[in-house]
């Protein structure tokens, strides 16, 4: 596989990969007779996002020849790698004139060269590994509500968001009203959190489809990085979306790029559905898929359980949750109850009689911060004097 690009095509090329590093650690590369196709999902699977730039985005493009058994060439590398070589927006478009790719299989190795003014050529290295293909399978004619808006719009919109913000509630009415509010979960005092929404008409938007009152809840993180792709192309973003627990997606079309990203949703435990009309397949080259993975302990799970089960399983090994949406799920108040009585006994077995109680410091969610090694040669700040000393005989 080889591919050309010039001019300003780029600093275009160099926008994508990083808006793809807000995703995930991995970058998949996949030559097609429709383009070079570039993806990325991050650890949970609940974010997917796919970049195809078309034949006629390059100067030069050749597919290359497919293996034996007629399967095209897939792999992968690492992000941090692949963007370290479009690191500096800025430089690419002052300094680089073109970018040629090459990827060689039998080298195992994918070949990056920068042509700069003056002559000056950089070439990376880069290492992959072979993979399997990575598809995400929905269908956005499906979804029941759909936005289509100038990226700016959208941009000015989350820009009232704090860069620290995780999730953001995205609401549509039968009215036409659109709105984006900050996240706050069931444990969460509204009298003391600063409540963020912003609400835009209709006319602010080139097309409104609303079949049916919904909101959707979404990480932020990654709807940023699309949102700057966005704005910087000048392309209109499409959002699709349904009820919750259904993953939403956003979609730019260009005649010379086109753009999916996929991201779960946050599920209402009060709903009555069970799974999101969106899967994440890794299909291998001779077409079979390989054995279902039984779920992980922690699939589920939101991080407050998640954190608890952490504490009972952290000498056993991490848990992975695989899950690709976020119930709202609490745990068993049982479990919470029985470890505060336990850990309860504990203390009150190495107290001293005649003393007065400690105060038991709030470790539910987040366990201890020392471990066990460090706990044991740890010393506790000094009690206060309950009773001081008698007089010595004078």
Known sequence: MRC??????????????????????????????????????????????????????????????????????RCKVLMKSFLGVFRSLPSLEKTVEKCLISLK?????LVVQLHCKYGVTKTHNLSFQ?????????????????????????????????????????????????????YLDEETEPSRTMVTELCLSEDEFQDVRIQQQSHVTFCLKEFRGLLSFAESSNLPLNIYFDCPGRPAIFTLSDPLLEVHLVLATLSDPNSSLEVPSTTLRARPANGTFPPAVPDDDFSGDDIDSYMIAMETTCEEGPGLPSSPTFPQRRPHPGAALESESSSLESDQEGAVPG????????????????????????????????????????
């Not at 399997?132 to 941009?155: G, I, M, T, W």
């Not at 913000?165 to 549509?172: F, K």
């Open 4 to 73: 050309l690009v010039t001019g300003g095509n780029v600093k275009v090329l160099g926008k994508a990969v990083h808006s793809l590093s807000r995703i995930g650690d991995e970058l998949y590369v996949e030559p097609t007779e429709d383009g070079l196709s570039l993806r990325a999902v991050n650890s949970s699977r609940s974010a997917y996002a796919c970049f195809l730039f078309a034949p006629l985005f390059f100067q030069l493009y050749e597919e290359g020849s497919p293996d034996p058994d007629g399967e095209t060439f």
């Open 105 to 109: 299989p039998r080298a195992s190795r």
């Open 130 to 182: 072979e993979c399997e293909l990575l598809q995400a399978v929905f269908d956005k004619e499906l979804c029941a509500n759909a936005l289509h808006a100038p990226a700016r719009v959208l941009v000015d919109a989350v820009v009232h968001f704090p860069v620290t913000l995780a999730e953001v509630t995205l609401g549509v009415s039968p009215a036409g009203k659109v709105s984006f509010r900050n």
């Open 355 to 394: 003393t007065p109680p400690q105060k038991k410091f709030r470790s539910l969610f987040f366990g201890s911060v020392l471990s066990q090694s460090q706990a044991g040669t740890h010393t506790g700040p000094s009690q206060d004097v309950l009773a001081e000393d008698s007089e010595g005989e004078s």
